[in-house]
């Protein structure tokens, strides 16, 4: 199932740099930044974002399997966009530590987190598909994959 849904990004034009489908959640692809006008025109072009030449996106596809959770997490240097680009998703979200009630997004939906918003995606019945850019709060300091302070994680990770 990952290797078609990177075919279909590859099919898209796009330059997967990196990738890894072996999260307990899922796993997820990482696009050339490069091509980030491309993948802002694919996936947000219902949003303004700005494209100056030394704004780094991060772009990213995040694929979640069915009956699964990301962390629930937030970041000290980047806000985050996300696109529901396939499939339904749970959504947690709040700006203190207390998880709230779960929302359901569909293929379509965008969905922002400001910095330090704590968030978490979850699997529902099928596999989801999220495009995902960073917006880096720190040019002098990007966040990377470090930059994840995690409060509760269903795989004991730290």
């Keep these: 199932m990952y290797?078609?849904?990177?075919?279909?990004?590859?099919?898209?034009?796009?330059?997967?740099?990196?990738?890894?489908?072996?999260?307990p959640w899922g796993g997820f692809l990482v696009i050339d930044e490069k091509q980030r006008s491309l993948f802002i025109s694919t996936f947000f072009n219902d949003i303004n974002i700005n494209l100056s030449k030394d704004t780094r996106l991060s772009p990213k596809i995040l694929i979640v399997d069915p009956n699964s959770r990301l962390s629930w997490q937030y970041?000290?240097?980047?806000?985050?966009?996300?696109?529901?680009?396939?499939?339904?998703?749970?959504?947690?979200?709040?700006?203190?530590?207390?998880?709230?009630?779960i929302n359901i997004h569909k293929s379509g939906d965008t969905i922002t987190f400001d910095i330090q918003e704590?968030?978490?995606?979850i699997g529902l019945k099928n596999i989801g598909i999220v495009a995902e850019i960073w917006q880096h709060t720190d040019i002098n300091n990007p966040s990377d994959e470090n930059d994840i302070v995690r409060l509760q994680d269903d795989y004991n990770r730290k």
């Design 3 to 23: 290797s078609k849904i990177k075919e279909e990004i590859d099919t898209l034009g796009f330059n997967v740099v990196d990738y890894d489908f072996n999260r």
């Design 118 to 121: 704590r968030h978490r995606l």
């Design 75 to 101: 970041h000290f240097r980047r806000k985050e966009i996300w696109k529901i680009y396939k499939g339904s998703v749970g959504v947690i979200r709040s700006k203190n530590d207390i998880e709230t009630k």
